[in-house]
Each structure stands twice: as structure tokens, then as C-alpha cells.
């Protein structure tokens, strides 16, 4: 599986972005399909996991209300929207495709439990 992050920029504080993750390869589309984050000096962080297979969804408490995940039809794009961002969104994001099916409480925010990385997009929130 090879994925690619884009959308990705500069964005006002309270303004809307839409990142999306394209998938090339087998085991995307029914996998369970993670947003992860990394901020300047931090750990990165899991946002949000999002399973192919039923569409159910983990959100991040910093980032609920807010951010949304969705698939196009073909199921090969996972699409992160970000509304009302904050400067402390300032990160670059990545997504990661998991061996597993399913999102679930046990798996969705650890790192060890994604098999593949895309390579990040980069998001500015500022004035």
C-alpha cells in the first residue's frame, strides 16, 4: 500500500482545510485507516481512525467537534475535514493504514498497529 497526504497549507485561525490520503495497493479500502499528527517538538499523536469496512469512527477529545473523516466511493481516498482550526492544530499530518479491519478502542491511537505511513502534509494555522 502506498499513500500519499496532500492538502495540506496555511489557514487562518477559525478557517476549514480538507486533507485527503490517496491509497495505491491492496488493503486500503476495508482497512482500518488512522490520522495521525506531529507537532514542532512534540510527540506525534493519533486523531483519528477510521474503519473502511462499517465507517466507524475514533476522534482525538483535541480535535472532536471539529475534524471529520470521510471516503469517496471507490473507498481509495480518505479525506480529513478540518474545521474551525486553532494554532495548536499546527502540525504536519500523516495517515497510516492498519492490518486491521476495524477501528476499535484497543488499536486506534497506538502507532504499532499501523503497518503503512504516508510521508505527511503540512498544516499551518496562524494569523
Known amino acids: 500500500v502506498h499513500l500519499v497526504e496532500s492538502g495540506g497549507g496555511l489557514a487562518q485561525p477559525g478557517g476549514s482545510l480538507r486533507l485527503s490520503c490517496t491509497a495505491s495497493g491492496l488493503g486500503f479500502k476495508y482497512a482500518a485507516v488512522g490520522w495521525f499528527r506531529q507537532a514542532p517538538g512534540k510527540e506525534r499523536e493519533a486523531i483519528m481512525c477510521?474503519?473502511?469496512?462499517?465507517?466507524?469512527?475514533y476522534v482525538a477529545t483535541s480535535v472532536k467537534g471539529r475534524f471529520t473523516a470521510s471516503r469517496d466511493s471507490p473507498k481509495t481516498t480518505l479525506f480529513l475535514q478540518m474545521n474551525n482550526l486553532e494554532p495548536e492544530d499546527t502540525a504536519a499530518y500523516y495517515c497510516a493504514v492498519s492490518h486491521y479491519s476495524h477501528c476499535s478502542p484497543d488499536m486506534w491511537n497506538q502507532e504499532e498497529k499501523y503497518r503503512y505511513w504516508g510521508h505527511g502534509t503540512q498544516v499551518a494555522v496562524s494569523s
Open positions: 477510521n474503519s473502511g469496512f462499517d465507517d466507524t469512527t
